[in-house]
């Protein structure tokens, strides 16, 4: 079974400890850098989830609420750690913070960027029912951005 789990000062060090391989590297930011961002975030309503599977960590997410337009939840990281992938955490965590989000309605959908050359990770997010915006971050030629619209 897998949760969803505020990052709480009882499993903050287990959560920063998570990683992804080294291949992933270039496409997310550290467990710290995730951590940091929540708290940089913390007036956008950011919320760093720690993925857990019988009670122990095994992934990491960054979740916020995105104001200007196009108004949306911003799911802004998302990790597996590099022991726990190919087992379904993953698919089951965006399915889970979807329905989380989904049943908040605040936004009416949820957006993230992927970069072109994360495979995997385009392919979850698809296999979800994200599609293609079609919009293109001056400042990140390199991603595609993908919505999910509840």
Same mark, same amino acid.
């Given at each position: 079974?897998?949760?969803?789990? +505020?990052?709480?000062?009882?499993?903050?060090?287990?959560?920063?400890?998570? #990683?992804? #391989?080294?291949?992933?590297?270039?496409?997310?930011?550290?467990?710290?850098? *995730?951590?940091?961002?929540?708290?940089?975030?913390?007036? &956008?309503?950011?919320?760093?989830?720690?993925? +857990?599977?019988? $009670?122990?960590?095994? $992934? !990491?997410?960054?979740?916020?609420? !995105?104001?200007?337009?196009?108004? &949306?939840?911003?799911?802004?990281?998302?990790? *597996?750690?590099?022991?726990?992938?190919?087992?379904?955490?993953?698919?089951?965590?965006? $399915?889970?913070?979807?329905?989380?989000? #989904?049943?908040?309605?605040?936004?009416? &959908?949820?957006?993230? &960027?992927?970069?072109?050359?994360?495979?995997?990770?385009? /392919?979850?997010?698809?296999?979800?029912?994200?599609?293609?915006? $079609?919009?293109?971050?001056?400042?990140?030629?390199?991603?595609?951005?993908?919505? /999910?619209?509840?």
């Amino acid at each position: 079974m897998v949760e969803l789990n +505020e990052v709480t000062e009882q499993n903050w060090l287990q959560v920063v400890r998570l #990683s992804v #391989s080294d291949a992933q590297k270039a496409f997310v930011a550290p467990a710290v850098g *995730i951590l940091a961002r929540a708290y940089v975030y913390r007036n &956008c309503r950011a919320r760093a989830l720690a993925v +857990e599977a019988a $009670g122990k960590p095994v $992934g !990491l997410l960054l979740v916020r609420d !995105l104001d200007e337009e196009p108004a &949306c939840y911003e799911l802004q990281q998302f990790f *597996i750690d590099a022991a726990y992938q190919g087992q379904g955490y993953g698919k089951v965590a965006l $399915g889970e913070v979807l329905r989380m989000l #989904s049943e908040e309605r605040k936004y009416p &959908c949820v957006e993230v &960027c992927v970069n072109r050359a994360d495979l995997p990770a385009l /392919h979850v997010y698809e296999a979800a029912g994200f599609q293609n915006t $079609g919009y293109m971050d001056p400042e990140l030629p390199e991603c595609r951005n993908l919505r /999910h619209m509840f």
